[in-house]
């Protein structure tokens, strides 16, 4: 069975209308030397000398940036909290994720360690619907991730911004924001990144990591990503987390560290239902463990409650329901790769 990985760069082959955003090189290597690392942490084998110094930083970043004002709470997740940093003239620079590093573990190594190794990674993701990354620092135990400050927010905030009337009624911006969404999965699943559980945190594909900038839609938070492919078929760190309501059914089942992308896709259904819709999935549900429950016996009856919502809801337009029914299958081997759902005519512009 081919990897992920093969199939994405057999498509990138057969397909010349399909541009890349940027060289794979420097991405498949980072992941490539941070796999070694980890793995042979995880054999108990001896791995290269990773110094934890008290103080550290971007050099690049510092130059650029030596002074700017934290000036604006921005908003909190699992991982730590997000300010605004502005310059002595008031201009927003970007956005600062500050998460507390502390004696945590993650993929079996230091969460110090862990996050000094990643940022080789981070440095070199590059794609025009992933938010891009401009440098870290590291003081005792704080680390800083400062990102391009995208000013319209999370997409969560511009669906249920109208209290009488959530959602998006436009489907073309919905068509669009999906389109976008899928791209920059499609980009990471590429390169054998998935998104959907934690690498460093607890977040996943959501519409409060997806951001808005200029009337575009973004991917943020990676440094939660997980990583598959092309190191190997292993998940490291196969223990499953994320928000409950964009959980696929058979993460409730045990069976989560046998899949990959077919995480993300799930979760990009349940982007496109909430769009519409207006309402997170299974907000009827009182609890955490209700929803889990929910999701459990989607995969006892194969019934997709989600699915007939939207069928019933006369919102969607055909394309869109044949879209979701893709994404939203209950068996995770039914759902596309990103690459097949790219030629889907719900997001193929091109098709028009």
Request: glycine share 6%; net charge negative.
């Amino acid at each position: 069975m081919k990897t992920i990985f093969q199939q994405a760069q057999e498509y990138l082959q057969r397909d010349p209308t399909y541009t890349r955003r940027s060289s794979p090189d420097a991405l498949d290597v980072e992941i490539e030397n941070f796999c070694s690392i980890v793995h042979a942490n995880l054999n108990g084998e001896t791995f290269p000398n990773i110094p934890i110094p008290s103080e550290d930083k971007d050099p690049e970043f510092v130059e650029k940036y030596p002074t700017y004002t934290i000036t604006k709470f921005l908003g909190k997740g699992q991982a730590g909290s997000v300010f605004l940093g502005e310059s002595d003239d008031g201009e927003p620079l970007f956005a600062i994720k500050i998460i507390q590093l502390g004696s945590a573990v993650g993929v079996g190594l230091p969460r110090r360690r862990t996050f000094l190794i990643y940022q080789n990674l981070l440095q070199t993701i590059q794609h025009k619907y992933i938010n891009p990354y401009i440098g870290w620092t590291v003081v005792e135990n704080e680390a800083h991730v400062y990102t391009r400050y995208c000013n319209e927010g999370q997409l969560f905030k511009k669906i249920h911004q109208n209290e009488s009337d959530k959602g998006i009624k436009d489907m073309e911006k919905v068509r669009k924001y999906t389109r976008q969404i899928t791209e920059g999965l499609f980009y990471l699943h590429s390169h054998g990144i998935v998104h959907r559980f934690v690498f460093l945190t607890s977040r996943d594909i959501k519409t409060n990591n997806i951001l808005m900038h200029n009337g575009d839609c973004f991917i943020t938070d990676l440094g939660s990503a997980r990583l598959h492919q092309p190191c190997c078929d292993k998940v490291h760190q196969p223990k499953m987390s994320g928000t409950a309501a964009y959980c696929p059914p058979e993460a409730v089942c045990g069976k989560i560290q046998y899949e990959h992308s077919a995480e993300d896709i799930w979760s990009l259904g349940c982007c496109v239902y909430e769009m519409v819709l207006g309402k997170v999935p299974w907000e009827e549900c009182d609890n955490t463990f209700a929803i889990y429950y929910a999701l459990g016996q989607m995969m006892t009856t194969n019934d997709n409650p989600l699915l007939e919502e939207a069928k019933n809801s006369g919102l969607f337009t055909r394309d869109a329901i044949a879209f979701l029914e893709l994404c939203l299958a209950v068996d995770p081997h039914n759902r596309p790769t990103t690459h097949e759902l790219l030629r889907h005519p719900f997001i193929n512009l091109n098709l028009e």
